[in-house]
Nanobody, 123 residues
Framework: VQLAESGGGSVQPGGSLRLSCETS????????MGWFRQAPGKEREGVAV??????TEYADSVKDRFTISKDDKNTLFLQMNNLKSEDTAMYYC???????????????????WGKGTLVTISS
Protein backbone atom coordinates (compact mmCIF):
# COMPACT_ATOMS: atom_id res chain seq x y z
CA VAL A 1 0.00 0.00 0.00
CA GLN A 2 1.30 3.42 -0.95
CA LEU A 3 0.57 6.41 1.23
CA ALA A 4 0.98 10.15 0.69
CA GLU A 5 0.38 12.73 3.41
CA SER A 6 -0.48 16.39 2.95
CA GLY A 7 -1.82 19.29 4.95
CA GLY A 8 1.02 20.03 7.32
CA GLY A 9 2.17 23.55 8.04
CA SER A 10 2.88 26.15 10.67
CA VAL A 11 0.13 27.59 12.87
CA GLN A 12 -0.13 29.43 16.15
CA PRO A 13 -1.18 27.76 19.37
CA GLY A 14 -4.93 27.29 19.42
CA GLY A 15 -5.10 26.96 15.67
CA SER A 16 -6.30 24.08 13.51
CA LEU A 17 -4.94 21.93 10.72
CA ARG A 18 -6.39 19.08 8.69
CA LEU A 19 -4.04 16.37 7.52
CA SER A 20 -4.87 14.07 4.63
CA CYS A 21 -3.38 10.77 3.55
CA GLU A 22 -4.18 9.33 0.15
CA THR A 23 -3.83 5.58 -0.13
CA SER A 24 -3.19 3.42 -3.16
CA UNK A 25 -3.50 -0.32 -3.29
CA UNK A 26 -5.62 -0.88 -0.18
CA UNK A 27 -8.08 -3.51 -1.34
CA UNK A 28 -8.79 -5.65 1.72
CA UNK A 29 -11.98 -5.47 3.79
CA UNK A 30 -10.18 -5.64 7.15
CA UNK A 31 -7.49 -3.11 7.89
CA UNK A 32 -6.07 -0.69 10.39
CA MET A 33 -4.99 2.84 9.48
CA GLY A 34 -3.54 5.52 11.66
CA TRP A 35 -1.58 8.67 12.33
CA PHE A 36 1.70 8.65 14.17
CA ARG A 37 4.08 11.46 15.00
CA GLN A 38 7.70 11.98 15.93
CA ALA A 39 8.91 15.13 17.61
CA PRO A 40 12.59 16.13 17.55
CA GLY A 41 14.55 14.02 19.99
CA LYS A 42 11.60 11.80 20.82
CA GLU A 43 10.39 8.39 19.81
CA ARG A 44 7.56 7.98 17.35
CA GLU A 45 4.17 7.69 19.04
CA GLY A 46 0.68 6.74 18.02
CA VAL A 47 -1.80 9.60 17.71
CA ALA A 48 -5.00 8.01 16.43
CA VAL A 49 -6.07 4.87 14.61
CA UNK A 50 -9.17 3.74 12.76
CA UNK A 51 -10.17 0.41 11.32
CA UNK A 52 -12.61 -0.78 8.68
CA UNK A 53 -15.66 -0.80 11.03
CA UNK A 54 -14.84 2.07 11.77
CA UNK A 55 -13.58 1.86 15.34
CA THR A 56 -11.22 4.53 16.59
CA GLU A 57 -8.65 5.01 19.34
CA TYR A 58 -6.79 8.14 20.40
CA ALA A 59 -3.74 8.93 22.45
CA ASP A 60 -4.71 10.60 25.73
CA SER A 61 -2.76 13.72 24.75
CA VAL A 62 -5.01 14.42 21.75
CA LYS A 63 -8.43 13.22 22.93
CA ASP A 64 -11.15 15.85 22.46
CA ARG A 65 -8.83 17.87 20.18
CA PHE A 66 -8.08 15.56 17.24
CA THR A 67 -10.50 13.56 15.10
CA ILE A 68 -9.52 10.74 12.78
CA SER A 69 -11.75 9.80 9.87
CA LYS A 70 -11.68 8.21 6.45
CA ASP A 71 -13.78 8.39 3.31
CA ASP A 72 -15.05 5.70 0.99
CA LYS A 73 -11.85 5.93 -1.07
CA ASN A 74 -9.83 5.11 2.07
CA THR A 75 -8.36 8.57 2.21
CA LEU A 76 -7.38 9.13 5.82
CA PHE A 77 -7.87 12.44 7.61
CA LEU A 78 -6.78 13.96 10.90
CA GLN A 79 -8.60 17.09 12.02
CA MET A 80 -6.47 18.81 14.63
CA ASN A 81 -7.99 21.58 16.73
CA ASN A 82 -6.70 23.64 19.65
CA LEU A 83 -3.15 22.85 18.66
CA LYS A 84 -0.41 23.13 21.26
CA SER A 85 3.34 23.59 20.98
CA GLU A 86 3.80 19.99 22.09
CA ASP A 87 1.94 18.85 18.97
CA THR A 88 4.90 19.99 16.86
CA ALA A 89 6.19 16.91 15.04
CA MET A 90 6.48 15.08 11.77
CA TYR A 91 3.17 13.30 11.23
CA TYR A 92 3.03 9.98 9.40
CA CYS A 93 0.11 7.94 8.19
CA UNK A 94 0.40 4.19 8.24
CA UNK A 95 -1.66 1.13 7.38
CA UNK A 96 -1.81 -2.58 7.93
CA UNK A 97 -3.97 -4.27 5.32
CA UNK A 98 -5.14 -7.16 7.49
CA UNK A 99 -6.30 -7.83 11.03
CA UNK A 100 -8.42 -4.74 11.44
CA UNK A 101 -9.93 -6.14 14.63
CA UNK A 102 -6.54 -5.78 16.31
CA UNK A 103 -6.02 -2.09 15.59
CA UNK A 104 -3.97 -0.12 18.08
CA UNK A 105 -1.57 2.75 18.63
CA UNK A 106 1.63 0.70 18.50
CA UNK A 107 3.64 1.63 15.42
CA UNK A 108 5.07 -1.87 15.31
CA UNK A 109 1.63 -3.03 14.26
CA UNK A 110 1.75 -1.10 11.01
CA UNK A 111 3.36 -2.25 7.80
CA UNK A 112 3.28 0.56 5.25
CA TRP A 113 4.19 4.18 5.94
CA GLY A 114 4.02 7.54 4.22
CA LYS A 115 6.94 9.96 4.10
CA GLY A 116 5.40 12.34 6.59
CA THR A 117 4.18 15.92 6.76
CA LEU A 118 5.60 18.49 9.16
CA VAL A 119 3.37 20.25 11.68
CA THR A 120 4.83 23.21 13.55
CA ILE A 121 3.00 25.03 16.32
CA SER A 122 4.64 28.29 17.24
CA SER A 123 3.69 31.78 18.28
Amino acid sequence: VQLAESGGGSVQPGGSLRLSCETSGLTTSSYCMGWFRQAPGKEREGVAVINHVPWTEYADSVKDRFTISKDDKNTLFLQMNNLKSEDTAMYYCAVRDYGGAFCGLLDSGMEDWGKGTLVTISS
